[in-house]
């Protein structure tokens, strides 16, 4: 398929923003699949190219974050490799029931996020206590679950990340983001993988959106870092709301 320069610019700046709001809370591609969807992309080809750009955008935040400090090294181990398996066996998972099917459940969980952001209290010892017992079991099945369901649906797959690591692993909302760029950005390689192998991947579109995703993940992680929890709770309220409206929609919309 073949886009002009003016289409393709403007995709590009998509991704831009979308690669901010994706390093401060998940749920960039509310932005960028949206569009690439109306610039007349076919589902599948719109899939494996938002993939080509949401890659790049996530390893950059995964990166402005490391060097601050904010993941651990020896967590992320064994997160990444088990985000990226778990996102092969979504994606051919797939293959075997409708995604649609899940839209119910995905819409309770997201509601389950509002309310877990809402009404828990701030953090009392952000830095230096002690994690929960069972936090590191908690996180590899976080790992390998948040990245199967991103393989296979993936919808707030990044904002369900976040929380469990909070909820689960007791991390604060900043580390939690950061470390959650690790199964992230796994997660979206894998599914990239199966995508560009299929042939369904226009890298003469992800590229450039990759360029601007890049951008938008490196400001993305300054705003997060720079702003604290208070406003990536902000920004994950933003971005739970349109998931609940989105998937709303494709439940019960006309």
């Given amino acids: 398929m073949d886009l002009s320069i003016a289409k ?6 998509v991704a831009f923003v979308a690669g901010v709001i994706d390093a401060i809370a998940g749920g960039g591609g509310l932005v960028s699949l949206p569009a690439l969807l109306a610039a007349g992309l076919p ?3 719109a899939l494996g190219t938002n993939k080509g750009q949401s890659t790049f955008g996530s390893l950059s935040a995964l990166i402005q974050y490391a060097r601050a400090g904010l993941v651990d090294a020896r967590r992320a181990r064994w997160m990444l490799p088990l985000g990226f398996g778990g996102s092969l066996a979504g994606a051919a998972l797939v293959l075997l029931m409708r995604p649609e099917q899940l839209r119910p459940l995905v819409l309770v969980l997201l509601l389950g996020v509002a309310a877990f952001l809402a009404f828990r209290p701030p953090v009392a010892h952000p830095e230096g206590h002690s ?3 069972g936090a590191a079991l908690w996180a590899a099945l976080i790992a390998f679950g ?3 369901y991103d393989g296979f649906f ?3 797959a990044g904002t369900f990340l976040i929380v469990a690591l909070v909820g689960l692993v007791g991390l604060t909302l900043t580390r939690a983001t950061a470390e959650a760029k690790v199964v992230n950005w796994a997660a979206n390689l894998g599914a ?3 995508f560009a192998t299929r042939g369904v991947t ?3 579109i992800a590229l450039p959106m990759a360029g601007a995703s890049i951008a938008g993940g490196y400001v993305g992680a ?3 870092m720079k702003g604290g929890d208070r406003v990536i709770r902000y920004v994950v309220f933003a971005v739970v709301a349109a998931l609940v409206a989105k998937q709303a929609h494709a439940l019960y919309g006309s």
């Fill in 8 to 13: 393709i610019a403007l995709l590009a700046a």
């Fill in 43 to 45: 589902p599948h080809i």
């Fill in 131 to 133: 994690p929960p017992r």
């Fill in 146 to 148: 948040c990245g199967m």
């Fill in 154 to 156: 993936g919808p707030g």
């Fill in 192 to 194: 990239l993988i199966v």
């Fill in 202 to 204: 226009l890298w003469r």
């Fill in 222 to 224: 300054r705003i997060a």
